[in-house]
């Protein structure tokens, strides 16, 4: 099998995206996650450009399996490469391995920099030269590559020639501004192939036409055996090929061996995540293979196919990169989805059983109203299971008031804070509780805590870390209707998804979380207080 090296500059290129800032931390732990999934070369930023990336190549982390690589410039115009202050930053650096950037487009070397292009090949020369006399394995970024190869075919493989002579272990040929489109990359790819076989050619594109991984791709066809890319196709701009569907692509697709073995792949959705939980960004649910949306099943047609046979609808297996296979309700769907869904949930029931009709016109009515089971899961096996079992009333809500004030404090600064008392009934207990929080919900949501905390002690490792509000169109005009998604948290970090619906936003809010404490207290078996206690 042919092998394919994998180089992931998340950490540096991907550093550059638009609201995106990596700390030391971040660093160390994405390493470490790259490491552990089998990436061959990490590249970790650029020693000497920041304090960050200072003190990353100082203590760097401890890896197993991957090369830890330092990025740079080639030296500047008219000096020797022992005496460029910027590449001995580079060079002092603790790495394995150094990745240069060097310019490959004569329009550049002659606008940019104002040099002779005879000068341009002695910084690659010199440059790769300083590395590996340093004892680091080097390689060699080509910037503007197509662009270059387009404005002058010789130059632009001079300056490959240059890296390879001097002993650049990878000549990376990079699409900067990602403008080239993959039979474009295909071809000028084989026209070097037939000119240099054995030059060992990298990729590294962009995806400013929206083609970076099939660029990639593209690539690997006319004969590359090194990609570059990011995790999620971070990246300046557009981003950069994404790592997260060249991998498996690479591996379950077109059978090349590469440092991720096959029977690591499942690892990749959480290496997505990871990436996403440290920048705080949300998850791309429509992101090929390890999105939420990826192997979800909505039309009752697809679903019933599916069931019978999942090739029918899914290009793999999902299980092979970490995700799972969901049946989404909507008012779309038919019978068949529902009942996949109801196994999923493990809600048990006879196919004949006709209840089954009532609890699918329940949801097509209630889908009518505003309420989307799409993604709140605990609503929906609640409501499965009010219909075709017996779900016990844990506790009763009576009455709820809440309280907003604005005010300065003694010491003149600006607060908000929100009070709510509500009445409720456990087992035949009556409580009348009171609490204070940062704003409503959350107040109404310490005061039924402070009741039920005693009763059911469960409860208390369980956390809101999650809250979406949405104005749904009654088409009435006059009256809008709020729809709240909240999610729930234990100290397990499971999580589950309820909703809630009414004109008042406090009470779609309520009804959310009343859904989401039940459906924590039924799927523990704990057992309701009776009155008789
Ligand atoms: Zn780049």
Known sequence: ????????TTLRDGGQSKGVDFSFADKIAISEALDDIGIDYIEGGWPGAN?????????????????????????????????DPGLSAVLNGNSDSVCLVGKTWDFHVDKALNISLGENIKMISDSIKEVINRDKEALFDCEHFFDGYKNNKSFAIDCISAAVEA???????CDTNGGTLPHEIGEIIGEIKAKMPSAPLGIHCHNDSGTAVACSIAAINAGVRHIQGTINGLGERCGNADLISLIPNLVLKMNFETGVKKENLFKLKHLSRLVDDRLNRFPNQNQPYVGEAAFAHKGGLHASGVQKDSRSYEHIEPELVGNQ????????????????????????????DHRLNGLIDNIKENEFKGFSYDTAEASFELMARRILENVPDYFVIGRFRVMDERR?????????????SVTLNVGGQAFHEVAIGNGPVNAVDSALRKALSKIYPSLNSVSLVDYKVRIIDSGSGTEATTRVLIECEDANSNRWRSVGLSTNIIDASVMALYDSLTWRLLTLGIKPVSPAN
């Not at 003694?410 to 929100?418: F, M, N, P, R, Y």
């Open 167 to 173: 002993g650049s272990k990878w000549v990376v040929l």
């Open 51 to 83: 304090p960050t990336d200072d003190k990353l190549f100082s203590s760097p982390p401890k890896l197993k399996f991957s090369n830890f690589v330092a990025f740079g410039m080639t030296r500047r115009p008219n000096t020797s490469a022992a005496n």
């Open 325 to 352: 296979r969901s049946f989404v309700v909507s008012d779309q769907s038919g019978k068949s989805n529902i009942v996949a869904r109801l196994k999923e949930v493990g809600v048990e029931f006879d196919q004949n």
């Open 1 to 8: 099998m042919d092998r394919v090296y994998i180089f992931d």
């Open 408 to 420: 300065f404090n003694a010491k003149g600064e600006l607060v908000v804070e929100s009070e709510a």
